[in-house]
């Protein structure tokens, strides 16, 4: 089954940018990852699936249903480029906040906090303040939630930018971890090293064009490595389009 389908999806912002006839479609239960430089339009395509801007042309379906209908972000989690919240919340506040819309019952909702904060090992932040936090102890808070409610697609821009070493690691068991449990993973990256070894597929976007999208393993028969072949590409798009 397809959890998200993108069907010739064009964007364009003044003269500047544009994604042009976008498609393809990711399998439930996979680790997918989009790659691209920055500016590439990676924000701009997951944007569009949450429907918080809209296409000039082309369908997304999520979970089968439009984008542009609420009820495809049932069963979505969703952490942008640099998670932030009202300052005065604790990491406990956000998570309780997270839960209670997504309609965690109250008495399921502590348990479920309790071992996220335990999994991004942020136990001990549990009633700090965001406010008196470091910004990468703020990213473990966003990444937290999404094991919060019950969730089929996550989507996360960017999850590893500000983790040190150790978060890097949490992230990638948590996100196996997700994987294990039948979840699919969107995953907005520029760590292609990661990405090889945690990704069943990749997509590679440049100056809002599809250069390549496929399985790791079939990057992995044509270069020696994932950082070989998305160099490969960008240089071939960029020669071809002087
Ligand atoms: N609201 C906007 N108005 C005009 N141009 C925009 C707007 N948002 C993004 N852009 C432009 O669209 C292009 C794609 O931006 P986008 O944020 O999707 O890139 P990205 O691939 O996520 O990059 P990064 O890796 O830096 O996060 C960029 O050139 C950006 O300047
Ligand atoms: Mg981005």
Redesign the pocket.
């Known amino acids: 089954m397809h959890v998200i389908q993108i069907e010739n999806i064009s964007k364009t ?2 003269e ?2 544009s ?1 042009r006839n976008i498609s393809f479609s990711l399998e439930k239960g996979k680790i997918f990852s ?1 790659l ?12 569009l699936m949450l429907n918080l ?1 809209h296409q000039d042309a082309g369908n997304i379906l999520i979970n089968n249903t439009e984008a542009n209908n609420k009820k495809s972000r049932l069963g979505v989690a969703f952490i942008p ?1 640099k998670f932030n919240f009202f300052p005065f919340y604790t990491a406990y506040g956000v998570l309780e906040f997270f839960g209670t819309m997504k309609g965690v019952q109250a008495d399921l909702l502590k348990p479920q906090i309790d071992s996220a904060l335990k999994m991004l090992n942020i136990d001990e932040l549990r009633n700090r303040k965001l406010s008196k936090m470091s910004k990468g102890q703020i990213q473990r808070v966003g990444l937290a939630s999404i094991l919060i409610g019950d969730n089929d697609l996550i989507i996360l ?2 999850p590893f930018s500000g983790l040190d070493p150790i978060g890097m690691r949490d992230l990638k068991d948590i996100i196996k971890k997700l994987k294990e449990d039948g979840k699919t993973l969107f995953i ?1 990256s ?1 760590i292609l090293l990661e990405m090889e070894h945690l990704c069943d597929e990749v997509a590679i ?1 440049n ?2 064009e599809l250069l390549f999208k496929g399985p790791v393993s079939e990057v992995l028969a044509k270069e020696k490595s994932l950082d070989d072949f998305f160099h490969k590409l960008i240089n071939q798009d960029e020669q071809g389009s002087k």
């Open positions: 912002y003044g500047h940018f994604l989009l691209g430089p920055n500016g590439a339009g990676k924000t701009t395509l997951v944007k801007i480029e821009d960017e907005n520029h976007l100056r809002g």
